[in-house]
Structures are given as structure tokens and as C-alpha cells.
Nanobody, 127 residues
Framework: QLSLMESGGGSVQPGGSMTLSCKAS????????MAWFRRRPGKDLEAVVG???????SFADFAEGRAKVSRDNVNATLTLTMNNLKPDDSAVYTC?????????????????????WGQGTEVTVSS
């Protein structure tokens, strides 16, 4: 099982941007899916982006066009940058890893069975 640690949360003004990093340790990263999820207040957990070690990412509709993600298999990190933030983006963002049977970003984003989770980092978008 992987150990995951997120960093980069905090307060952001509307229209601003955030960069969240997830550092994994404990296993070879390349064979796993990695994803960012978020839970907004009073809402269900939702996937922001999923990515395997070989292909491009798959973003949720709300993130498409204003988010980028990079994965470094050597340093075992997954970094999410999202621009033009809105108050509705306020959430606890959590990194996940696993779903080694998946291939492709879409499968990684939709995988229901991630085995490893970080503690989460809170992002608050307000003026």
C-alpha cells in the first residue's frame, strides 16, 4: 500500500489559482493510477482528475480547461494546478493511488476502488 502526503492547500481569492502536490512512497509509482478527489461542504466525493503512469490525464467537466496535472514517476509526485477558482471550488482535496488494473486516464478517474488515500488538504476560495 502506498503512503500519500498532500501539500499546497490554503485560502485563495476568486479568480486565483492553486497548486496541490501529492507525494507517494512505498511502492513503484508507475504501475498505479493516481487521482485527485475533492469533497465540497455538504456534497459527495467527486473525482477531479485521474491519470495512469503512461497516458494523459482525464479531467472532470468542471476542471476541464482550467486545470493541469503533471505526474513524475521518478519522484513519485502528482501535481494539480487549477486556475480561475470559484467559491464553489472550496473543498478538501485528497490524493489517491491504486487501481493498478486500470489503463488510461478515464479509467483512473472513474475507478471506484482506490486503495491508498492521503489525509487531504483544504482549499478555501473566498474574497
Amino acid at each position: 500500500q502506498l503512503s500519500l502526503m498532500e501539500s499546497g492547500g490554503g485560502s485563495v481569492q476568486p479568480g486565483g489559482s492553486m497548486t496541490l502536490s501529492c507525494k507517494a512512497s512505498g511502492h513503484r509509482l508507475r504501475t498505479y493510477c493516481m487521482a485527485w478527489f475533492r469533497r465540497r461542504p455538504g456534497k459527495d466525493l467527486e473525482a477531479v482528475v485521474g491519470m495512469d503512469g503512461f497516458d494523459g490525464p482525464s479531467f472532470a467537466d468542471f476542471a476541464e480547461g482550467r486545470a493541469k496535472v503533471s505526474r513524475d514517476n521518478v519522484n513519485a509526485t502528482l501535481t494539480l494546478t487549477m486556475n480561475n477558482l470559484k467559491p464553489d471550488d472550496s473543498a478538501v482535496y485528497t490524493c489517491a493511488a491504486g487501481c493498478s488494473y486500470c489503463t488510461g486516464g478515464l479509467c483512473c478517474r472513474l475507478c471506484p476502488g482506490y486503495e491508498s488515500w492521503g489525509q487531504g488538504t483544504e482549499v478555501t476560495v473566498s474574497s
